[in-house]
């Protein structure tokens, strides 16, 4: 496996897992399903300062870049690609404006962090060139909005990976105190033990250490709230605890 800083060592046609590191078991399964589309795999590890909201939140965020590559190459990656922050923003690059739905839910909790999204994942895209690229549906807002930019390149939509209690894996569940980690199971349970929206609002008011952002039933295509005709349903979570944001989703039976 190559660690490399220059795109231009890299092969264009590649299937590509973008990462900002902290790597865990969820970015493995991202890259065992993009070594199923290339013999080239190319992980990037670029903590992108545009999707923070605040200095405070991108300082915070992990950094563990040696156990990052270590774990990249235990996965098939071919090529790990830190690329140095001005050939990602030279000078004046413009922020692209992501598309509608970044004003809903965590756009609107999170005001700029879809328009950093795409901004960098173009760049990455328009600079790479790979023919595939692998989201995971835990972001599954972020993957949306992905699919409207990506152009040429394929997005292959990859499952949620799990603690074996059923929370989303996330690099930030680390910042959790141990009673908060016990206490996030709460999201996915309520999740997948519910079939209505007041029935998982009522099962995550069951805990008190997660302060609830939204519980949702959606339209996937739309984000507006599900109806009796909506096609594909998902319902989507997020909330705090321990001043951890963790988000989760889980798509409803669909109606033929
Ligand atoms: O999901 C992430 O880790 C980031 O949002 C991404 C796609 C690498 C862009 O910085």
Same mark, same amino acid.
């Given at each position: 496996?190559?660690?490399?800083?220059?795109?231009?060592?890299?092969?264009?046609?590649?299937?590509?897992?973008?990462?900002?590191?902290?790597?865990?078991?969820?970015?493995?399964?991202?890259?065992?399903?993009?070594?199923?589309?290339?013999?080239?795999?190319?992980?990037?590890?670029?903590?992108?300062?545009?999707?923070?909201? @605040?200095?405070?939140?991108?300082?915070?965020?992990?950094?563990?870049?040696?156990?990052?590559?270590?774990?990249?190459?235990?996965?098939?990656?071919?090529? !790990?690609?830190?690329?140095?922050?001005?050939?990602?923003?030279?000078?004046?690059?413009?922020?692209?404006?992501?598309?509608?739905?970044?004003?809903?839910?965590? *756009?609107? @909790?999170?005001?700029?962090?879809?328009? *950093?999204?795409?901004?960098?994942?173009?760049?990455?895209?328009?600079?790479?060139?790979?023919?595939?690229?692998?989201?995971?549906?835990?972001?599954?807002?972020?993957?949306?909005?992905?699919?409207?930019?990506?152009?040429? !390149?394929?997005?292959?939509?990859?499952?949620?990976?799990?603690?074996?209690?059923?929370?989303?894996? @996330?690099?930030?569940?680390?910042?959790?105190?141990?009673?908060?980690?016990?206490?996030?199971?709460?999201?996915?349970?309520?999740?997948?033990?519910?079939?209505?929206?007041?029935?998982?609002?009522?099962?995550?008011? @069951?805990?008190?250490?997660?302060? !609830?952002?939204?519980?949702?039933?959606?339209?996937?295509?739309?984000?507006?709230?599900?109806?009796?005709?909506?096609?594909?349903?998902?319902?989507?979570?997020? *909330?705090?605890?321990? *001043?951890?944001?963790?988000?989760?989703?889980?798509?409803?039976?669909?109606?033929?």
């Amino acid at each position: 496996m190559k660690v490399v800083t220059d795109v231009g060592q890299l092969p264009s046609g590649c299937a590509f897992v973008p990462t900002m590191g902290a790597l865990h078991a969820g970015h493995a399964s991202l890259m065992s399903i993009a070594k199923e589309h290339s013999e080239n795999v190319v992980v990037s590890i670029f903590v992108n300062p545009l999707q923070f909201e @605040s200095a405070e939140d991108l300082a915070k965020y992990p950094r563990t870049p040696d156990a990052d590559i270590e774990l990249a190459a235990m996965h098939g990656v071919t090529h !790990v690609w830190l690329p140095p922050h001005a050939d990602i923003y030279p000078k004046d690059h413009p922020v692209l404006t992501a598309g509608q739905i970044s004003q809903l839910y965590e *756009g609107k @909790s999170r005001p700029g962090h879809f328009d *950093g999204v795409v901004t960098v994942v173009r760049r990455f895209f328009d600079l790479l060139k790979p023919g595939t690229a692998i989201f995971g549906e835990k972001d599954f807002q972020q993957l949306k909005l992905v699919e409207e930019i990506a152009g040429d !390149v394929k997005i292959i939509r990859a499952p949620i990976i799990r603690e074996a209690d059923g929370l989303a894996m @996330s690099s930030r569940n680390i910042r959790l105190t141990p009673e908060g980690r016990a206490a996030a199971a709460v999201i996915s349970q309520a999740l997948f033990a519910s079939e209505t929206e007041s029935e998982l609002r009522k099962a995550l008011a @069951s805990q008190p250490l997660l302060t !609830v952002d939204y519980a949702d039933f959606i339209d996937e295509e739309s984000f507006l709230p599900a109806g009796g005709d909506t096609a594909h349903t998902r319902a989507i979570v997020a *909330g705090w605890i321990n *001043g951890v944001r963790l988000i989760d989703n889980r798509q409803m039976v669909q109606r033929s």
